[in-house]
């Protein structure tokens, strides 16, 4: 299983980046999918996770209706679009995929002041 992150580079706060993921040696469509991230010297943290078809999302406290989850199971591929960010939202973000249990090698997510 490969899941290879893109998008993440450095963006002023208020600014919106889109996070991708593309998946390859898994039956993406039978998988749940979900993105994390770990900011330095916190612990990794659910930030979205969307169900097998779509039917259902769920996302962390802090995205307040800012961040966006999907999925598109013909390109295997999920995506993160992120607004209104936040100096907070700067972190590592890894895209997480079941079954089997696989991440991504994470992509950085910078947010200046």
């Known amino acids: 299983v490969q899941l290879v992150e893109s998008g993440g580079g450095l963006v002023q706060a208020g600014g919106s980046l889109r996070l991708s993921c593309a998946a390859s040696?898994?039956?993406?469509?039978?998988?749940?999918v979900a993105w994390y991230r770990q900011a330095p010297g916190k612990q990794r943290e659910l930030v979205a996770i969307i169900s097998i078809g779509s039917i259902s999302t769920t996302y962390g406290d802090f995205v307040k209706g800012r961040f966006t989850i999907a999925r598109d199971d013909t390109n295997t591929t999920m995506y993160l679009q992120m607004t209104n960010l936040r100096p907070e939202d700067t972190a590592v973000y890894y895209c997480?995929?079941?079954?089997?249990?696989?991440w991504g090698q994470g992509t950085q997510v910078t947010v200046s002041s």
């Open positions: 040696g898994i039956t993406f469509s039978d998988a749940a």
């Open positions: 997480y995929a079941f079954p089997p249990v696989s």
